[in-house]
Nanobody, 122 residues
């Protein structure tokens, strides 16, 4: 089992920045990729960004150029740097960990954090 704990989100003005972090513990050896999803009430959860153990990243089109996903060298802390935030980025953000296909780098989450609220509003 893998446990994931996200940092607190918060309220940010449009155009502002916020960095989320997530610490993984437990069976770290079983993690082949990590990522961030987000969900707005009444809508499906969507992938924001993912990163494989090899450092290959993928982003949703809506956040490309504004968000950056990274992991520390020990591989147990995940980050999401969010810049130029927009009101439509308002959501609950979930850290996750799971499997990444070595051929396609597609990411499949198995473990989830509890989520943290990010609100972008003036």
């Amino acid at each position: 089992q893998v446990q994931l704990v996200e940092s607190a989100g918060g309220l940010v003005q449009p155009g502002g920045s916020l960095r989320l972090s997530c610490v993984a513990s437990g069976s770290i050896w079983s993690i082949f990729g990590m990522g961030w999803y987000r969900q707005v009430a009444g809508k499906e959860r969507e992938l924001v960004a993912s990163i494989t153990n090899g450092g290959i990243t993928k982003y949703a089109d809506s956040v490309k150029g504004r968000f950056t996903i990274s992991r520390d060298s020990g591989q147990n802390t995940l980050y999401l740097q969010m810049n130029n935030l927009k009101p439509e980025d308002t959501a609950v953000y979930y850290c996750n960990a799971g499997y990444a296909d070595p051929d396609t780098n597609d990411y499949y989450p198995n473990y989830w954090g509890k989520g943290t609220q990010v609100t972008v509003s003036s």
